[in-house]
């Protein structure tokens, strides 16, 4: 049998693993102590720990020290320990391992984690990084109604390129600290590769909507698919940043992905039905070889215009029916 | 010799002028008002104008514009008259012609003035001496000489040209020759010296229809609703029956009127040396919308286009150009959101009989007390070439369903290639 303790951090994370092989141990900052800690508020010689060599239970004795020992944040000068306590000795804080009980089964190796190693090739991730470079200046170009020069772009798309670095960075610096590993190749790759995807949607929505009329149901359809491909990307960037259950990773990306949706969606709602001198369409043309859609003719067009007067009408003498309503 | 002479000739033109307009202003004094409209919270006056007593029962002409507020809000507003002598009373409306801009209203007072002015047989020859009366800034009845300058061309509105300084107040004012019979009504200013006024046959065309039977509060509104609908049932059918040719714009043809309908203005980028596209455009627009009151105007149309090519751009490029320049369209007239509702749109791909393949965006929006009256935006573009394009754009306001479907299938329809 043996003692063990782990010493915690203020957030109860564990910072060491201590073991002895002993039925009896000192701690304190002396130096002929089993186990040393260098804290100015304890003792020389501190707390005894003991474990019965029958029925191998733990207890402790405090050596009458200036600061004392709080077991789970009670002063006590001795008594007996359970797994799990939290021994406070000065400002260091110590838990009693129960080496009676089972550790917890071992996480299944995730087979997502094989086949995502190429995320992590810097070839890769410096590739990606260049393609999007070129997209963004491409796209910048295709926007522009001035005289485009490629040199005067470059500082512009380089420093959005850097604001955007910050997602895969906090990410990296999370799974150095909590994980000893940043995988900060992998997050950036990720980013990169969300991008590519959110732009293929954009130009596929301006494809649908241009030929399909921009049907009313669209933009939830967007929404939903949009909102997807932001799940999967905090999902992956949680995935190399942390160890923890499928479960939670589900629940933490959705989190973060309703987090960012719902006030992006609020907003744009917010004041949709004010009244507005301008009327909102969707102004979107392609050049002739995206154009699939049949062209209707005059007639047929203005004909069905005829809905809008009657639909107007009827919003109009509900709206004023309501009104009625209110002043009855 | 020849100098004395000319300066003897001014003097005495000059002294004539003087002379008519003494006359005429104490001539007549006793048949002019000041208008006020009376805000009943505060009990103060909102807004003034002028009038004119035209029979011996106390009936007075001014402009609708000047009561619109009591119009639109009869329970908020009172109407008030003052007099040359300082008297001052009360005025019932007795009907309205908001298209022309005219109203009658009638003194409730039992000593009414005797005095009126009649109303001339005809309009006098281009060029001659007439008075504008009214009351500006509330400063007094004052008269301003002027030259009658026609009636003014362009217009679907009648208006008549007159050369003199109109300001505000004066509305509603009657301007008469030298004999002091009326041949118009103040009704606006473009500024330095140039005035209009609504011409005599309105103002003989509103009396002569009415027995001066007022009409009732609840009916205002019936009756603009009517009127609009009226008038634009006339325009339509003008601008249906006025000549229209195809013009040339960039690679395609539009649509022009050939008389003065409208008035038309061009514009085009071709002295920016560095713009990286052609943009040439035509505008044309009515002059005078009709005011219903003070946030509603409406009876107007816009109608633009515009040619856009690029040979820099490539058809990707191009085409993002191209969206951008026709979002953001907005309604050609004012309107608040108690007066129509908001626009709602269809769009469609388009091809007319000229093989003209356009995006076609209609929306409309309904005035809440007008049924049946609409304002309609239209706004298409062409898609057949690769980087170049042709936006076509109109705004029609105060329409009826027939009038809007009828003009926009004439327009879409007429678009060609050259």
């Known amino acids: 049998m043996a003692i063990v303790l782990e010493l915690l951090s203020r957030k109860d994370q564990t910072l060491k693993y201590f073991k002895f092989n002993k039925s009896e141990i000192l701690v304190g900052r002396d130096h002929h102590c089993d186990l040393r800690l260098e804290d100015p508020y304890i003792s020389a010689e501190h707390v005894r720990i003991k474990q019965d060599s029958e029925d191998h239970t733990i207890s402790f004795e405090d050596c009458d020290t200036v600061n004392g020992t709080l077991v789970n944040k009670q002063l006590l000068p001795s008594g007996q320990l359970q797994g799990n306590d939290i021994l406070k000795l000065g400002r260091t804080r110590l838990k009693v391992v129960n080496t009676n009980q089972p550790v917890s089964a071992a996480l299944p190796l995730s087979q997502l984690e094989e086949s995502l190693n190429w995320l992590s090739h810097s070839g890769v991730a410096i590739l990606l990084t260049l393609a999007y470079l070129v997209l963004s200046m491409v796209l910048e170009f295709t926007n522009s109604v001035v005289a485009y020069n490629v040199f005067d772009m470059l500082p512009k798309e380089m420093g959005q390129m850097a604001l955007l670095s910050a997602w895969p960075i906090a990410f990296a610096i999370m799974g150095k600290v909590f994980n000893k590993e940043s995988r900060v190749v992998s997050q950036f790759s990720i980013l990169w590769l969300t991008l590519f995807i959110f732009y293929g949607l954009y130009l596929l929505e301006k494809l649908v909507s241009f030929n399909f009329n921009a049907p009313e149901g669209l933009i939830w359809v967007e929404l939903m698919v949009y909102a997807l491909v932001l799940f999967a990307c905090i999902w992956l960037s949680l995935f190399f940043a942390f160890h923890q259950t499928n479960k939670r990773r589900n629940l933490v990306s959705s989190m973060m992905t309703l987090v960012i949706v719902v006030p992006i969606v609020s907003l744009s709602m917010l004041g949709s039905n004010d009244f507005s001198a301008k009327p909102a369409y969707n102004s979107i043309m392609l050049p002739p070889i995206y154009q699939f859609r049949p062209a209707s003719d005059v007639n047929t067009f203005v004909e069905n215009s005829a809905s809008l007067f009657t639909e107007l009408d009827e919003h109009l003498a509900s709206e004023s029916s309501a009104q009625k309503n209110a002043d009855d | ?418």
């Open chain 2, 1 to 418: 010799m020849r100098y004395l002479f000319f300066a003897l000739a001014l003097y005495s033109v000059m002294g004539f002028a003087q002379q008519t307009a003494q006359n005429l202003f104490s001539h007549y004094q006793s048949a002019l008002y000041q208008i006020r409209i009376i805000e009943l919270g505060s009990g103060n006056k909102s807004s003034i104008g002028s009038g004119f007593q035209i029979n011996d029962s106390g009936v007075l002409v001014t402009n609708y514009h000047v009561v619109s507020e009591y119009v639109y809000f009869p329970e908020k507003y009172r109407i008030e008259y003052l007099a040359a002598d300082g008297t001052v009373g009360e005025l019932s409306l007795v009907n309205i012609d908001v298209v022309n801009d005219l109203a009658l209203v009638q003194v409730q007072s039992d000593n009414k003035s005797t005095d009126f002015f009649s109303l001339s047989a005809q309009l006098p020859e281009q060029g001659s001496s007439i008075y504008s009366l009214g009351n500006p800034h509330d400063l007094g009845m004052i008269v301003v000489p002027g030259t009658f300058n026609g009636i003014k061309k362009n217009s679907f509105y009648q208006r008549i040209h007159f050369t003199g300084s109109i300001n505000p107040g004066m509305s509603g004012g009657p301007v008469v020759n030298p004999e002091g019979e009326v041949v118009g009504v103040n009704v606006a200013t473009a500024g330095n010296q140039i005035g209009f006024l609504v011409p005599l046959t309105k103002i003989r065309a509103l009396i002569s229809m009415n027995d001066f039977t007022p009409i009732s509060a609840n009916e205002y509104k019936r009756v603009i609703a009517t009127q609009l609908m009226d008038n634009q049932q006339r325009l339509f059918e003008r601008l249906e029956h006025e000549e229209w040719k195809l013009n040339e714009l960039g690679g395609a043809k539009i649509p022009t009127l050939t008389g003065p309908l409208l008035s038309c203005w061009g514009d085009s980028n071709s002295a920016d040396q560095e713009a990286l596209y052609l943009s040439v455009e035509n505008r044309c627009s009515l002059d005078e919308e009709i005011f219903l009151h003070g946030g509603l105007r409406t009876g107007g149309i816009e109608i633009e286009f515009e040619w856009l090519e690029s040979d820099e751009f490539g058809a990707h490029r191009f085409y993002d150009f191209f969206s951008g320049s026709i979002s953001g369209a907005s309604a050609g007239n004012h309107a608040g959101k108690n007066d129509v509702s908001n626009y709602q749109c269809k769009q469609d791909i388009v091809a007319n009989n000229h093989d003209v393949k356009t995006k076609s965006i209609l929306c409309l929006r309904a005035y809440k007390e007008f049924p049946h009256l609409y304002d309609v935006l239209y706004i298409g573009a062409t898609l057949n070439h690769e980087s170049q394009g042709l936006i076509s754009h109109f705004t029609l306001a105060g329409v009826s369903q027939g009038s809007a479907m009828r003009f926009t299938k004439q327009f879409v329809g007429a678009i060609a290639w050259q």
